[in-house]
């Protein structure tokens, strides 16, 4: 699968921001600290699946639709609507190309 994210200011994936503000109206990052969230265009990144255990995992394109629970992995997906507008672009993109 591919998921649709936002990558904070400081490089990190937003989903490693705290998903609810604190009580400062801030988000922090968990891994390291930055003040609050600040993601930027939402972007696509690929994930891995490997058939069996022990095969190589390989890139899946399928895109996860926004807001989709992924688990312990992604988390809740975002589902604003940059995030449905690149979905639909990079869905129509990926459709076309098969
Ligand atoms: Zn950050
Ligand atoms: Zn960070
Ligand atoms: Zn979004």
Redesign the pocket.
């Known amino acids: 699968m591919a998921a649709i994210v936002h990558r ?3 490089g ?1 994936l937003d989903h490693v ?1 705290h998903t609810n503000p604190t009580k400062d109206d801030t988000r922090p ?1 968990y891994l ?1 600290g ?1 003040a609050d ?2 993601p930027g265009a939402p972007e696509v990144i690929p994930t891995w699946r490997a058939a069996t255990p022990t095969a190589q995992a390989l890139p899946d394109p399928a895109l996860i639709e926004p807001g989709t629970l992924d688990g312990p992995g992604l988390g809740r997906l975002c589902d604003c609507e940059a995030c449905w507008s690149l979905y639909r672009t990079t869905g129509d993109a990926a459709g076309r190309a098969a």
């Open positions: 904070c200011a400081c990190h921001h990052c390291c930055c969230a600040d």
